[in-house]
């Protein structure tokens, strides 16, 4: 049904491999013309595992009914930035509060199907919090490497609560992921980043979701951290188009922090592949990271589609957050919000067609880091109890 096979150097690997001899990255290629479609595009019980026939696994899932996410209409956005249909698909509203569900469902899958007891991975966050659960569910050991004191707390807590073995290093994302593959490669340890092949594969059926509900659209925006997903939303559209289930690809526009932008970057210069950043900084702690490692698969998403990369300050990926919670009702993370920010830079600077429809995938729930919220919010308002003061301060 399906094969492991090097993007750099086309050769093909047995399920237990991360990456090819020549360091190039694992891809799955499925065998379309060997696939038996037992599924139909009618925008009826979405969820990751109804496309379970173009999912590599052979076992029954681990799951936690992942996927289903909402697709809102966004209209008081498309006023603003005068296109014609925008939509926002909220993975924030998947088990543990972000889109890496998706990949973990298939990933710890893989993890029992391969006999393994143990799993690890490097994050930012909602990595950990996402393997923790789906960890927690299988009855695996989960062991976690952070940047110490650079995770949202509310990330943290989830992993921990789940049982993780939390550990903080004194480095980044980027310190921590070069150690969790060395210790992988030395131990009994699944490893689930997005270098493992069989996480994007999860991560895909945001597209399939997306073209169920409503078809292609004509532009993906999404956020860029590591860049797995961009790569394996691009995948997914990419595989119902040869299969002839859709006839069009979305433009893949991936949105970056100024602080942490080596895809914006190299798409600038025209180059397919990155420089990284060494020291990223961003208050969007899901996305600071400066040496993506799918970052030649973005690449290849967005310019195989005519899509774009952009950046967006600090600033603009908040008052985008306030935006979209205070117009559209949407509670998202920063990194989430830096989709918008994105899409309204590229509409002021004229570079979206106003008879577009956009879909804008934020990936995490504002509850996963409420220190932020508190920051650029302020703290509640305190007065003293009576009828009297409550009116003074709803007057303002």
Not at 149 to 170: F, N, P, S, T, Y
Not at 197 to 216: L, N, S
Not at 356 to 371: A, F, I, Q, R, S
Request: with cysteine; charged share 25%.
């Amino acid at each position: 049904m399906y094969s492991l096979k090097c993007i750099e150097c086309g050769r093909e690997w047995g399920d237990d491999r991360y990456t090819c001899e020549c360091g190039g990255l694992l891809e799955v290629e499925i065998d379309l013309n060997a696939v038996d479609i037992d599924f139909k595009l009618d925008g009826n019980n979405i969820s990751v595992w109804k496309y379970r026939s173009l999912l590599p696994v052979k076992i029954e899932p681990v799951t936690l009914k992942e996927g289903g996410t909402p697709l809102y209409r966004a209209e008081r956005l498309e006023k603003e930035v005068g296109v014609r249909r925008v939509y926002v698909k909220h993975e924030g509203l998947n088990p543990s509060g972000s889109f890496k569900d998706r990949g973990m469902t298939v990933g710890v899958t893989k993890a029992i199907e391969l006999g393994r007891n143990a799993v690890a991975c490097a994050s930012t966050g909602n990595t950990s919090a996402s393997m923790a659960m789906y960890a927690a569910k299988a009855g695996l050991k989960a062991y976690v490497l952070l940047p110490a004191g650079k995770v949202a707390l509310g990330k943290v807590a989830q992993a921990l609560m789940h049982g993780a073995r939390v550990i903080g290093i004194d480095g980044n994302f980027d310190d921590a992921l070069r150690i969790v593959r060395e210790v992988c490669s030395r131990e009994p340890i699944y490893l689930l980043n997005s270098i493992n092949p069989f996480r994007p594969e999860g991560q895909k059926t945001i597209a399939y979701e997306i073209a169920d509900e409503i078809g292609v659209p004509d532009r993906v925006v999404l956020p860029v951290g590591n860049a797995g997903n961009i790569s394996a939303i691009y995948k997914g559209f990419k595989e119902f188009r040869d299969l002839g289930l859709t006839d069009s690809m979305p433009k893949m526009t991936g949105i970056q922090a100024e602080g942490a932008a080596p895809i914006y970057r190299a798409f600038k210069e025209g180059k397919e592949d990155i420089v990284p950043v060494e020291n990223p900084e961003t208050i969007a702690t899901a996305i600071r990271i400066g040496n993506p490692v799918s970052a030649k698969k973005a690449l290849r998403a967005i310019y195989n589609t005519g899509g774009m990369a952009e950046i967006v300050s600090d600033s603009e990926i908040i008052e985008a957050q306030k935006f979209l919670a205070a117009k559209e009702g949407i509670g998202v993370e920063p990194a989430s919000a830096a989709s918008v920010a994105g899409l309204r830079k590229l509409a002021a600077n004229g570079m979206i067609d106003p008879d577009e429809t956009v879909v804008c995938v934020v990936t995490g729930n504002l509850l996963k880091d409420p220190e932020t919220v508190v920051k650029v919010c302020g703290e509640p308002i305190t007065v003293e109890a009576s009828v009297d003061a409550v009116i003074n301060a709803m007057r303002g």
